[in-house]
């Protein structure tokens, strides 16, 4: 399988503290990967390198052969790289429709469609699909600051989605659902990213999401990869047992935070 995306050698210190250290990853094209580990083991500090959002003390990242450390967020994401966040990023005061025209503009200006990710139709039947794949048609009037979490949350991955991405990365996609929702929730992401053919990281503390949902897991420990695989293999490997998910976790009922 291709390699869509790889970090070499990257390092980020903040003074004396080390966030990232000597982290090495080659994810393929249409995996989906889980990012594990507790509170400040460095999961989010690695997406923000990848998008952008931190620049690395040291190494490289390479996404589709192309090294695009120095570049901006909007750059990056101009290329095919786009984020949810742990806290939904949205338009408070726009429509659920308005956020989603938002979103799909990013793509359109001057009458057409980027051609790094062109969409079908207009921006309008572009946002139509979007509302029915994400289940958002009955919110599609009602502003992002009345809606319930989950909704907030599938949003939030909708307008990421909105520009066709070729990776998508989620931070804690499912923190702050309802446990009965979460699976739902999942389920139609992971729809809409295999309709779209999308590669995925996501960042998660509960476990019963990573076992079910993803192909392959980096757990983080000090800012350091402690274990890569098969999900089934890192989940009981010794040191993730010890420093990410705790003994009674194995079985996902339980996640350290």
Same mark, same amino acid.
């Given at each position: 399988?291709?390699?869509?995306?790889?970090?070499?050698?990257?390092?980020?210190?903040?003074?004396?503290?080390?966030?990232?250290?000597?982290?090495?990853? %080659?994810?393929?094209?249409?995996?989906?990967?889980?990012?594990?580990?507790? /509170?400040?083991?460095?999961?989010?500090?690695?997406? /923000?390198?990848?998008?952008?959002?931190?620049?690395?003390?040291?190494? %490289?990242?390479?996404?589709?052969?192309?090294?695009?450390?120095?570049?901006?967020?909007?750059?990056?994401?101009?290329?095919?790289?786009?984020?949810?966040?742990?806290?939904?990023?949205?338009?408070?005061?726009?429509?659920?429709?308005? /956020?989603?025209?938002?979103?799909?503009?990013?793509?359109?200006?001057?009458?057409?469609?980027?051609?790094?990710?062109?969409?079908?139709?207009?921006?309008?039947?572009?946002?139509?699909?979007?509302?029915?794949?994400?289940?958002?048609?009955?919110?599609?009037?009602?502003?992002?600051?009345?809606?319930?979490?989950?909704?907030?949350?599938?949003?939030?991955?909708?307008? %990421?989605?909105?520009?066709?991405?070729?990776?998508?990365?989620?931070?804690?996609?499912?923190?702050?659902?309802?446990?009965?929702?979460?699976?739902?929730?999942?389920?139609?992401?992971?729809?809409?990213?295999?309709?779209?053919?999308?590669?995925?990281?996501?960042?998660?503390?509960?476990?019963?999401?990573?076992?079910?949902?993803?192909?392959?897991?980096?757990?983080?420990?000090?800012?350091?990869?402690?274990?890569?695989?098969?999900?089934?293999?890192?989940?009981?490997?010794?040191?993730?047992?010890?420093?990410?998910?705790?003994?009674?976790?194995?079985?996902?009922?339980?996640?350290?935070?």
């Amino acid at each position: 399988m291709a390699i869509v995306l790889e970090a070499k050698g990257l390092n980020k210190t903040f003074g004396a503290v080390t966030a990232a250290s000597d982290i090495n990853v %080659a994810v393929e094209k249409d995996s989906i990967v889980g990012l594990i580990g507790s /509170n400040g083991a460095g999961k989010t500090t690695f997406i /923000n390198m990848v998008t952008g959002y931190l620049k690395p003390t040291s190494g %490289a990242i390479v996404f589709d052969g192309r090294d695009i450390t120095a570049l901006s967020p909007r750059q990056i994401t101009r290329l095919g790289i786009c984020r949810s966040f742990q806290i939904p990023q949205l338009f408070a005061s726009l429509t659920v429709y308005e /956020n989603l025209m938002t979103g799909v503009g990013v793509v359109f200006s001057g009458g057409r469609w980027s051609d790094a990710r062109p969409l079908e139709g207009t921006p309008e039947q572009a946002v139509e699909t979007m509302l029915g794949q994400f289940g958002l048609t009955a919110y599609r009037g009602k502003k992002a600051s009345m809606l319930p979490e989950g909704v907030r949350k599938l949003l939030d991955i909708a307008m %990421a989605m909105a520009v066709k991405p070729k990776i998508l990365l989620l931070d804690e996609p499912t923190s702050g659902v309802s446990a009965d929702e979460k699976f739902a929730l999942m389920d139609m992401v992971m729809e809409a990213v295999r309709a779209q053919g999308v590669t995925v990281l996501f960042v998660e503390h509960d476990m019963e999401i990573v076992g079910r949902y993803t192909q392959r897991i980096l757990a983080f420990y000090e800012g350091r990869i402690i274990a890569d695989g098969d999900p089934g293999k890192v989940l009981e490997d010794p040191e993730v047992r010890r420093y990410v998910t705790g003994e009674a976790a194995i079985g996902g009922n339980h996640a350290a935070h």
